[in-house]
Nanobody, 122 residues
Framework: QVQLVESGGGLVQTGGSLRLSCAASGRAFRSYAMGWFRQAPGLEREFVARIGWNGDSAYYADSVKGRFTISSDNAKNTASLQMNSLKPEDTAVYYC???????????????WGQGTQVTVSS
């Protein structure tokens, strides 16, 4: 069992930065891949980024590539998403998720956090 809690969301202006963190509890965390997804009002939850359990296999959605960086720290049981050059279209609730394999599919992630709101003003 893995419990996930996101933090670090907030309101930022266009071009600004935020760093989201995902704190995980549970003995098996180190064997899980981590993913970040986001959901804007009226839209489906979409993939943002993922990383393998050992910090490899980082992969990003085209919409955030070059601006966002995913990382994980197994020693601290945390995963992070550094978001730079934010745009209004990045506004959404951001969720971290844990799964056995690093994929882009929501269905591959068994554990989810409660989400943190990111709002980018124009």
């Amino acid at each position: 069992q893995v419990q996930l809690v996101e933090s670090g969301g907030g309101l930022v202006q266009t071009g600004g930065s935020l760093r989201l963190s995902c704190a995980a509890s549970g003995r098996a965390f180190r064997s899980y891949a981590m993913g970040w997804f986001r959901q804007a009002p009226g839209l489906e939850r979409e993939f943002v980024a993922r990383i393998g359990w050992n910090g490899d296999s980082a992969y990003y959605a085209d919409s955030v590539k070059g601006r966002f960086t995913i990382s994980s720290d197994n020693a601290k049981n945390t995963a992070s998403l550094q978001m730079n050059s934010l745009k209004p279209e990045d506004t959404a609730v951001y969720y971290c998720a844990a799964g056995r394999i690093p994929t882009m599919r929501r269905s591959d992630y068994a554990y989810w956090g409660q989400g943190t709101q990111v709002t980018v003003s124009s």
